[in-house]
């Protein structure tokens, strides 16, 4: 009976202290991230949204959100290295060795249209209506995703959408 008690006491401190960073601990990095935001990344997210005619700010909440996850606003970012060369590159870190093998280089390092380019493949994959799918299918690919895969992904988009609720540039 003890060793169930002390179960559900801990059980309990790992709800709540997950429950207190996810309230607290990214609410006080808010401003750091907010102030972080490249001069123009937020009305160039909400332009690619108007082109898809996502009016709300889930759109664009969503594509800064990823940005973030995928490389913390560098423009600039070189991700995955498969031995020859980097593959994922730029703000959205589109993965030129495998699924973007066929677009222009201009796609990966000009922000506006490496997120016109990532929203396109969020809507193929069923977002709006299937949000959560598609992120976590943007993270780890159609398969995995099917399979679950990405779900730590979309907690953390969720988090740091919740920071960009801010008024427009």
Not at 31 to 37: H, R
Not at 89 to 108: K, W
Not at 146 to 168: A, I, M, N
């Amino acid at each position: 009976m003890k060793t169930f008690i002390k179960f559900l006491l801990l059980a309990a401190a790992v709800v709540f202290l997950t429950w207190l960073f996810v309230n607290y601990a990214s609410a006080a990095t808010v401003k750091k991230n907010d102030e972080s935001i490249p001069l123009g990344l937020r009305a160039a997210a909400t332009r690619v949204c108007a082109l898809w005619e996502f009016k709300d700010l889930r759109c664009r909440n969503d594509l800064l959100a990823i940005a973030w996850q995928e490389s913390k606003f560098d423009a600039n970012a070189k991700g995955d290295w498969n031995g020859k060369k980097f593959c994922s590159l730029g703000l959205m870190q589109l993965n030129r060795c495998s699924i973007y093998s066929y677009i222009h280089p201009d796609m990966f390092w000009n922000p506006e249209k490496a997120m016109f380019v990532t929203l396109q493949y969020l809507v193929e994959h069923g977002y709006p209506r299937e949000r959560e799918f598609a992120i976590r299918a943007y993270n780890c690919g159609y398969e995995w995703a099917r399979k679950g895969c990405g779900t730590s992904y979309l907690f953390w988009v969720d988090t740091s959408s919740r920071w960009y609720e801010y008024p427009q540039e």
